[in-house]
């Protein structure tokens, strides 16, 4: 079993920056990938940013590209989420998550392990 813990989220204004970062402990896999995803209030989860952990390939979604960036600690086998120039629209829970296989999916339903989450607020 694969266990995901978040930590970093709170309260910040607009345009201003926060750091996500995420614990893996538990099962390894040979290959493995870890992504972010954020839901609001009354939308669905959406995907924000995945690392493959083998290729170092990174994708983001387009409304993040730019301000944030995902970053890996091999040694602690942890990932960080700096996110920069934050906007109200940025203001959701957000998640980490993990999934068996080296590409970088950025569908929700790809990833079978999930952290509790973290609440992320941005004020205008």
């Known amino acids: 079993q694969v266990q995901l813990v978040e930590s970093g989220g709170g309260l910040v204004q607009a345009g201003g920056s926060l750091r996500l970062s995420c614990a893996t402990s538990?099962?390894?896999?040979?290959?493995?990938?870890m992504g972010w995803f954020r839901q609001a209030p009354g939308k669905e989860r959406e995907f924000v940013t995945a690392?493959?952990?083998?290729?170092?390939?990174?994708v983001y979604a387009d409304a993040v590209r730019g301000r944030f960036t995902l970053s890996r600690d091999n040694a602690k086998n942890t990932v960080h989420l700096q996110m920069d120039i934050l906007k109200p629209d940025d203001s959701a829970v957000y998640y980490c998550?993990?999934?068996?296989?080296?590409?970088?999916?950025?569908?929700?339903?790809?990833?079978?392990?999930w952290g509790q989450g973290t609440q992320v607020t941005v004020s205008s």
């Open positions: 998550a993990a999934r068996d296989g080296r590409l970088a999916k950025t569908g929700a339903g790809e990833y079978a392990y």
């Open positions: 538990g099962r390894t896999f040979s290959s493995y990938t």
């Open positions: 690392i493959s952990w083998s290729t170092g390939t990174t």
